[in-house]
């Protein structure tokens, strides 16, 4: 069984979160370690209090180019990391079959991403509420494509500096500015920004792989937030990615496992989305022995948490 109907067109050339720049803006956080056959790549990172290691996926997601051989490129980490723990692309061709046979320990689903099948006229779909405050946006500021996506980095630190403040973002999704500098040079990266006159009031930051953009962040001044920007950059990048020939937008879920559908972010992306994918949590653990070692020593962690190890203080994620 597939893990949906409707498949985007063939990728070849990485782009976006398969690209190697990609995982490598993250590697503060970990080591990247490509896997040969499958064409995904991971970050392997230390046990705090130990020698051993384990292994994620990039945020937000894993992605790769051949779903049929990850199980194989897990199996040559045996002797190397304890587990391995990654959340599906929604528009991954996997099967169901294909991640339990690569995660036996841990595969649960648990969110629904929003996604947008573009068409022509893509913003007749959208919720009215939506689209009266797109029009406000978009009579309140200037939304542009960034031709050198680079050189907006001091811009975007700002912003996304006021994001992090006003949710209380920490950990990896805190991002630094030396990782945001790499993410903006990733091929396949589209940045979109608003102004009012001559001041920037909120960006949007895209990959785009194959027929698929998906979003990345977005951030906002406080002004932003009164003009409305963020309903003219997303109803700018729909049409804009529409016009290129993409197929699919991925938005996202929201904020929280599982989304909070009360939540503000939640209901800003369903107002947009013609259709939901489910995304899942996978975990594989490969040597036993040091899992429930490690588990046991760091006592019991939140229920269902995996790695169980590192279940104490998870960092929150951003609103994107």
Not at 194 to 205: D, N
Not at 274 to 292: A, F
Request: hydrophobic share 40%.
């Amino acid at each position: 069984m597939t893990a949906h109907e409707h498949s985007p067109g063939s990728r070849t050339s990485p782009a976006g979160y398969r690209h190697p720049a990609y995982v490598a803006s993250l590697a503060e956080f970990g080591t990247p370690c490509s896997l040969r056959r499958s064409g995904g790549r991971l970050l392997i990172r230390e046990v705090d209090g130990s020698a051993d290691r384990d292994a994620m996926g990039p945020y937000p997601l894993f992605c790769c180019s051949d779903w049929s051989q990850l199980a194989a490129d897990l199996d040559e980490l045996r002797d190397s990391v304890v587990s391995v723990v990654l959340v599906t692309d929604p528009f991954g061709e996997w099967t169901i079959e294909q991640l339990d046979t690569a995660f036996p320990d841990k595969r649960v689903a648990i969110k629904e991403h929003f996604v947008v099948k573009l068409a022509p006229a893509p913003l007749s779909r959208v919720s009215t509420h939506h689209r009266r405050n797109a029009r406000h946006g978009l009579r309140k500021v200037d939304v542009d494509l960034v031709s050198d996506p680079p050189s907006v980095i001091d811009e975007w630190v700002a912003m996304y500096g006021q994001l992090v403040r006003r949710h209380g973002i920490e950990g990896l999704a805190a991002f630094s500015r030396a990782s945001f500098a790499r993410q903006l040079a990733v091929p396949g990266m589209s940045a979109f920004r608003a102004t009012e006159g001559e001041a920037a009031v909120g960006a949007a930051l895209w990959y785009v792989d194959g027929d698929v953009a998906y979003w990345h962040l977005a951030a906002y001044s406080e002004r932003g937030y009164g003009v409305d920007a963020s309903y003219a950059l997303l109803a700018s990048a729909m049409e804009h990615f529409e016009a290129a020939g993409v197929r699919w937008l991925a938005l996202g879920a929201g904020a929280g496992i599982p989304a909070d559908d009360a939540d503000g972010l939640t209901r800003f992306k369903a107002g947009w989305a013609t259709e939901t994918r489910t995304v899942h949590l996978c975990g594989r653990i490969l040597k036993p022995d040091r899992y429930e070692a490690l588990s046991a020593l760091r006592g019991a962690g939140a229920a269902g948490f995996f790695p169980a190890y590192r279940s104490i203080g998870g960092a929150r994620m951003p609103h994107r």
